[in-house]
């Protein structure tokens, strides 16, 4: 537990203790040698072995020095989580004794076994050897488990033997390489010094907390990350009560020992608060650039995970573990910078003065309007089926959000008209002890999947549980594309304000479509979207049948981000988990309903028998409520069995499709996925109607009241 007294010990001398960051680089690399990795991390040179020894002996004598014993390349393979393999510091000598040695070789390269990874025909069983490189550019970092032990960990791509992708950091890293190079020509025709545009993303992380007394006894929610059966409480979110509320103390302990955690890696925690629904709650990091943002969220995870059980919680990650309450999502504010500290995408206090912004923003509108099949693929997962699309989440239908002031901006420019922002505005608010706020370009609408929120775009679609890595390769290899165009376009020119006056003009006229500023969630949206030729894609299975198709392919192989094999294979793997996973959800519905649901409802239609029995042997005339209820419990129960047998047969079915990954992914989702329902709906009727200390889980008063 978090004991540490902050009075005593300033958040300052803990922050960063355990990263192997620029500050403890610079003070423990040779200035020549960290002038020289610093040139490698832009870019601009490549690693040498001689630099790698150095930096390798200054990073082992750091992490001795904090306790630890091993180190461990730290990776991210296609299975959304990370891996690693731990090798200890020693190295024997010949009088019996060890020492300690980390060579620059042992930095750069590490190698381990690739064959149980999943790689969607890259790399068969038998060809096992993969390999892990350094990324000099996210800093290395040591792991403290609950027992003591202290690890090394740095952060590595995962290439295979024929050096194809076998991750997701290798394609975002070419995507950010894409984005720089193609940034970097639009910026040089406009005369602006830069030397590298880096993205940068802050990742909003939404989660639960359960006490892990009730999830030990919920084995949906150990197999699966969300409860497959379970009635809505008397109570849920309706009140409103717990957004932004007071956070309870058992929350706000494991708050304070996530942030000391946090802290210590060097992961920039800033914001924690309530979410709308009970005993669900949202952590804030601040920006990083994209790569090191999302090596942080998947470490950020790992670590919300292993605090909670410190505290005897459960934190859940998945993107619907309760039904009828809302879910969880990880929004992702993506953003551009220079290495000169100009933001790209921020418009300054007159944005029709601001052409490079201007520019910036159609070309992401454009980006976002042509490839919103693949910006909604990125986001696909089963669990956010649950969720988008509810009202507590954007729709499927990908659109822009970008306030009246822009829009009007984009408008007017597009019309040959002078727009006039009559200054800088303030809100009034009408009492003289309370100041003047300036006010906003733009409100923050809620509802839309990505909207502009002053200086950057939040891109609200993105799943809880999942690697925001997918996501910004889409996002930055698409906006890449579009710059590419525009760059093609206006490095010849003669005119060169004329020529970005009809480039601006004409692209916001012919992508106009996807601007929305309206209410994603109404009825009228969904009807307005199709008008408007705007694709819905309201499931994965779906969404995922976009990867491979030709323009896809052409998109990402143009800017050197996958190859058509790399689609092709992680097409495969996640159609392969999304069916693995309802397989999954079906067999422990099947399982609870069957072994302990079903048994339960047959105990109290006895009980509820011998009650009837005694009364009719009492003399006692009007039997007839108790009599209701067993009808009801009795139709419940056989409408559940019936349902159990149903599911199995469309389970079994689903199972032994082998043609391919899609067609069973598509029998997942149209057969069993509805079987599923079935199922549920006969048992929580059930849950309504067997007495609370008969029903043999957690209810949902349990887990989402109780903490």
């Known amino acids: 537990m978090n004991t540490t007294d902050f009075t005593k010990t300033p958040v300052r001398e803990i922050y960063g203790i355990n990263s192997f960051g620029d500050a403890v680089m610079r003070e423990r690399l040779p200035k020549s040698i960290y002038k020289e990795l610093k040139l490698v991390q832009n870019g601009k040179n490549s690693l040498s072995l001689g630099i790698a020894e150095v930096v390798a002996n200054a990073m082992k004598d750091w992490a001795l020095e904090r306790g630890a014993t091993h180190f461990t390349h730290w990776f991210q393979p296609l299975t959304g989580l990370t891996a690693e393999k731990h090798d200890s510091f020693i190295s024997p000598t010949a009088d019996g004794r060890v020492i300690m040695e980390f060579s620059g070789k042992e930095l750069i390269q590490g190698e381990p076994d690739a064959s149980s990874f999943p790689s969607g025909g890259l790399r068969a069983t038998f060809e096992a050897r993969g390999y892990t490189a350094w990324d000099t550019t996210s800093p290395a970092f040591l792991k403290e488990d609950n027992s003591g032990g202290i690890t090394l960990c740095i952060p590595t791509a995962f290439i295979s033997y024929t050096g194809e992708a076998l991750d997701m950091k290798v394609p975002l890293l070419r995507s950010m390489e894409a984005i720089n190079k193609q940034s970097l020509r639009i910026l040089r025709i406009m005369g602006i010094e830069a030397g590298r545009v880096n993205t940068s993303v802050g990742p ?335 499931n994965t299975v779906d969404a995922l049948a976009e990867i491979s198709k030709d323009y896809s392919v052409d998109l990402f192989e143009r800017h050197n981000v996958f190859t058509r094999h790399e689609l092709e294979s992680r097409q495969e793997i996640q159609l392969e988990a999304y069916s693995q996973q309802i397989n999954i959800e079906a067999s422990i519905m099947i399982e609870l309903t069957k072994k302990q649901i079903f048994p339960v409802a047959g105990e109290y239609i006895r009980q509820l028998s011998g009650t009837i029995e005694g009364i009719k042997a009492s003399g006692i005339k009007g039997n007839s409520s108790f009599e209701t209820i067993l009808g009801k419990v009795v139709e419940s129960s056989e409408l559940l069995y019936n349902n159990i047998e149903s599911l199995e047969k469309h389970l079994l079915l689903a199972r032994n499709i082998e043609s391919s990954p899609f067609e069973q992914a598509t029998e997942y989702r149209t057969k069993v996925f509805t079987k599923m329902a079935d199922l549920r709906v006969a048992s929580d009727t059930l849950e309504t109607l067997i007495p609370c200390d008969l029903w043999p889980i957690p209810t949902y008063l349990d887990l989402l009241f109780r903490l």
């Open 204 to 538: 909003e992380q939404e989660y639960f907390l359960v006490d892990r007394e009730f999830y030990d006894k919920r084995p949906d929610l150990m197999l699966t990350g969300r409860t497959v059966i379970g009635s809505k409480p008397a109570k849920g979110q309706e009140m409103d009560d717990h957004y932004f509320g007071a956070i309870k103390e058992r929350a706000s302990a494991f708050m304070s020992e996530l942030n000391l955690e946090l802290w210590k890696l060097g992961i920039a925690s800033k914001t924690q608060h309530n979410e709308v629904a009970p005993n669900q709650f949202e952590l804030a990091p601040i920006f990083d650039t994209s790569n090191v943002a999302t090596d942080r969220n998947q470490l950020l995870m790992e670590t919300m995970k292993k605090v909670a059980v410190r505290h005897n919680l459960v934190a859940l990650l998945h993107e619907k573990p309760f039904a009828g309450v809302n879910g969880s999502g990880k929004h992702n504010n993506w953003s551009m910078d220079t290495d000169t500290g100009l933001n790209l995408l921020k418009p300054g206090d007159d944005p029709t003065e601001n052409a490079h912004f201007i520019l910036f923003l159609v070309a992401v509108i454009k980006a976002v309007d042509k490839y919103a099949p693949l910006l909604r693929m990125s986001t696909a997962n089963s669990g956010n089926d649950h969720r988008l699309g509810a009202s507590e989440a954007p729709p499927a239908i990908i659109s822009i959000f970008l306030g009246d002031q822009l829009s009007k901006i984009l408008d007017n420019l597009a019309n040959g008209d002078k727009y006039t922002s009559g200054g800088k505005e303030t809100i009034e608010l009408g009492v003289s002890s309370l100041p003047k706020l300036p006010k906003d370009l733009t409100d923050r609408n809620r509802t839309s999947p990505f909207a502009f929120t002053g200086n950057k775009f939040e891109f609200r679609m993105v799943p809880s549980s999942m690697s925001i890595a997918y996501p910004n390769i889409v996002l930055n290899t698409a906006v890449a594309d579009v710059l590419s165009e525009f760059a093609d376009k206006l490095e010849n020119t003669s005119d060169l304000n004329k020529s970005m006056r009809e480039l601006i003009k004409d692209t916001y006229r012919k992508h106009k479509r996807i601007i929305f500023n309206g209410n994603n969630y109404s009825e009228e949206w969904i009807k307005e979207a199709a008008d408007r030729g705007l694709i819905n894609l309201s």
